[in-house]
C-alpha cells in the first residue's frame, strides 16, 4: 500500500518530504509545501491513517517511516530532505534513524524525541462524538464538538478532514479507531537506534510547550548536529500562525 502525496516544483532539484501531524492531511502542511517548492520538489504526504491515505490496524513510528521509504524508492529517490510538524516529525526523526544513508537535511516543527503526557482526551472525545452521531453538516458537528473544545481554530482544523464517503455520508478522513487504540504509541518516542548526524533543525513556536528545556538532552544525543530556531508569536500550529517566518527559516536551513 502507498500513501497518498502530491508532487509539485520542480523534479530536477532536491527533493523535500513534507509531513503534516496527527489529525492532519497533507492540505494543512500546503503552506510549507507550495513555498518550498519554488525551490525543490516537492512530496507532500499523507501518512497512514489520514487524509487520502489507506487505513490500517497497525500504526507506530517505525512502520511510519517504512511507508516514507517505500514512496522515497517507488519514486527513485536516492536522498531526500524531510520536513515534519508534531505528528510528521517524529515520523521526520524515525526516518532519519532508520535510514541514515537516505537522508540529507531533517527539519522538525515544534515537537522533540521525548514521550508525552496525552493532551488530545478531549479532541477524541469530541471526534468520537461525531462519528457515533451521523451529522448531515460540518455545522452541526461543530456544535457537538463546541461541548468539548473551546478553541474555535482547533475545531475548524479538525474539521478539514470531515468529508463524504463512499456512501455520501459525512465521516472523518483519518482512522480514528485506530488513532484512539494507537494513541498512547503516538504519544510515545521513537525508537532510538543510534545518534544521527544529519543536519538538522528544531524550528519551535515560542509560545509552544511542545520543545522545552528539559529536551536539550534528549535532542543533542539524537541528534548531535542539530540546531534551533524560535518563532516568536508563534504556538504549536507555527506554520499556520507565522508562515513567511517558518518557511523563510526552513528555505534558509536547506539551501
Not at 221 to 238: C, D, S, T, Y
Request: charged residues 20%.
Amino acid at each position: 500500500m502507498q500513501l497518498n502525496y502530491q508532487q509539485i516544483g520542480d523534479q530536477a532539484k532536491p527533493s523535500v518530504f513534507v509531513m503534516h501531524g496527527l489529525f492532519g492531511s497533507l492540505e494543512n502542511v500546503n503552506v510549507v509545501a507550495k513555498a518550498l517548492a519554488e525551490h525543490f520538489n516537492v512530496i507532500n504526504v499523507d501518512l497512514r491513517n489520514h487524509g487520502r491515505s489507506f487505513h490500517d490496524e497497525q500504526m507506530s513510528y517505525p512502520i511510519m517511516a517504512n511507508d516514507v521509504k517505500a514512496l522515497m524508492d517507488e519514486l527513485k529517490l536516492d536522498k531526500i530532505n524531510l520536513v515534519g510538524h508534531s505528528m510528521g516529525g517524529k515520523v521526520a526523526m524515525q526516518f532519519a534513524q532508520l535510514f541514515p544513508e537516505s537522508i540529507n537535511k531533517l527539519v522538525v516543527l515544534d515537537i522533540a524525541p521525548v514521550d508525552y503526557h496525552s493532551r488530545h482526551d478531549a479532541i477524541i472525545a469530541a471526534l468520537n462524538e461525531v462519528q457515533k452521531s451521523d451529522v448531515s453538516s460540518r455545522s452541526e458537528a461543530d456544535t457537538i464538538m463546541s461541548q468539548y473544545i473551546e478553541t474555535v481554530g482547533v475545531r475548524q482544523f479538525l474539521l478539514k478532514s470531515l468529508a463524504k464517503n463512499e456512501e455520501g455520508k459525512l465521516a472523518w478522513r483519518f482512522n480514528l479507531d485506530v488513532i484512539t487504540e494507537k494513541y498512547d504509541t503516538i504519544t510515545s518516542n521513537i525508537n532510538e537506534t543510534h545518534s544521527c548526524l544529519c543536519d538538522t533543525l528544531f524550528i519551535k513556536g515560542n509560545n509552544s510547550d511542545y520543545i522545552l528545556p528539559e529536551h536539550r538532552d534528549a535532542i543533542a544525543r539524537f541528534f548531535p548536529n542539530a540546531r534551533a530556531k524560535i518563532i516568536q508569536g508563534a504556538g504549536h500550529w507555527l506554520h499556520a500562525e507565522k508562515p513567511e517566518a517558518v518557511n523563510r527559516s526552513i528555505i534558509d536551513f536547506l539551501q
